[in-house]
T-cell receptor, first 118, second 113 residues
Framework: NAGVTQTPKFQVLKTGQSMTLQCAQDMNHEYMSWYRQDPGMGLRLIHYSVGAGITDQGEVPNGYNVSRSTTEDFPLRLLSAAPSQTSVYFC?????????????????FGPGTRLTVT | AQSVTQLDSHVSVSEGTPVLLRCNYSSSYSPSLFWYVQHPNKGLQLLLKYTSAATLVKGINGFEAEFKKSETSFHLTKPSAHMSDAAEYFCVVRYTGRRALTFGSGTRLQVQP
């Protein structure tokens, strides 16, 4: 298993450009999520998905779109990049069942994408 | 608001001495608690997790944490630090009824030779 993979590893954008950060997992996990990591702030949840076709907003969703057409993939789109979106982005996945809200919810993280917006 | 507080942003210890990284969370019925480690330029790796079983949880690489409900704490300890333990550590909580995780701001552990 490759686990959770993210591409690209690094990206530099100009203000106003758009791009998609890719995330894929091969563990058949239902739950996938995107976080951004900024110095001194831990990780903050952007968007998450509990299964194909279902997405919802997290703590800091503005400026980002997501979709979940397959179980494996959960791309994050920046429609018009802004310098405030300079950050390290992590994708994560875990087992989840809508019948089982409790549980350990261990999340597996990808290696991250370092994005700079100038 | 539900939150997680890591009481130290930086901790420096000498190799071979004990490690204590402190974490407090806002009170909740049966939260799930985790510690993750992040080495430089790497993703996050799960160290250990508490899910309402034994209050003393053992993790990888000799780390352990104790859940203390009365103190709403989940401090991470290791008896003897190794140079390879130098990294950033995150205390993470999943509050009952929520799917998302709440992260602390992180503690950077330095290990001096």
């Amino acid at each position: 298993n490759a686990g959770v993979t993210q591409t690209p590893k690094f990206q530099v954008l100009k203000t106003g450009q758009s791009m998609t950060l890719q995330c894929a997992q091969d563990m058949n996990h239902e739950y996938m999520s995107w976080y951004r990591q900024d110095p001194g702030m831990g990780l903050r949840l952007i968007h998450y998905s509990v299964g194909a076709g279902i997405t919802d907003q997290g703590e800091v969703p503005n400026g980002y779109n997501v979709s979940r057409s397959t179980t494996e993939d959960f791309p994050l789109r920046l429609l018009s990049a802004a310098p405030s979106q300079t950050s390290v982005y992590f994708c994560a996945s875990s087992y989840s069942s809508h019948h089982n809200v409790e549980g350990s919810y261990e999340q597996y993280f990808g290696p991250g994408t370092r994005l700079t917006v100038t | 608001a539900q939150s997680v507080t890591q009481l130290d942003s930086h901790v420096s210890v000498s190799e071979g001495t004990p490690v204590l990284l402190r974490c407090n969370y806002s009170s909740s019925y049966s939260p799930s608690l985790f510690w993750y480690v992040q080495h430089p330029n790497k993703g996050l790796q799960l160290l250990l997790k508490y899910t309402s079983a034994a209050t003393l949880v053992k993790g990888i690489n000799g780390f352990e944490a104790e859940f203390k409900k009365s103190e709403t704490s989940f401090h991470l300890t290791k008896p003897s630090a190794h140079m390879s333990d130098a990294a950033e550590y995150f205390c993470v909580v999943r509050y009952t009824g929520r799917r998302a995780l709440t992260f602390g701001s992180g503690t950077r552990l330095q290990v001096q030779p």
